[in-house]
């Protein structure tokens, strides 16, 4: 979990602030707590789960609370190959009858954090793989 996690829960179980320090202290020096280490197993675990875009990933992070640096370090040290992704996804979503018109898949990829570039240079690839 992240610190904010953490924080959040014991703030429900009405734990009182000076408790919640003292705890989040002990957590941080066993290192039981660590944001970095928790954004990089995060984004590993999103990854393996299922492709997703940067941008969905950024978001899942920011709403966990991460701070921007951690967030930056996390990535970085995570490499996100997109067009992987797209590709996968791409392969697996024009197979449904909803997503057979490019538009409604090109418009479901927008919405899932690709950028138009990107979706096109899947979708070019994945027709040239059909023609070979």
Do not use: C
Not at 28 to 55: C, G, H, K, M, W
């Amino acid at each position: 979990k992240s610190e904010w996690e953490v924080k959040n829960y014991l703030v429900r179980k009405g734990a009182s602030p000076s408790l919640i320090s003292t705890i989040l202290n002990k957590l941080t020096d066993l290192n039981l707590i660590n944001d970095l280490v928790f954004a990089e197993n995060y984004v590993n675990y999103l990854q393996s789960q299922s492709p997703a875009s940067r941008r969905k990933i950024l978001a899942k992070l920011k709403q966990k609370h991460i701070s921007d640096e951690v967030i930056n370090l996390a990535m970085a040290n995570n490499e996100i190959n997109e067009i992987d992704a797209l590709s996968r996804i791409v392969s697996n979503k024009i197979k449904q009858t909803k997503y057979k018109d490019s538009n409604k898949l090109m418009a479901y990829l927008s919405r899932q954090g690709f950028s138009y570039s990107l979706i096109k240079q899947a979708l070019e690839n994945y027709k040239q793989s059909l023609n070979d």
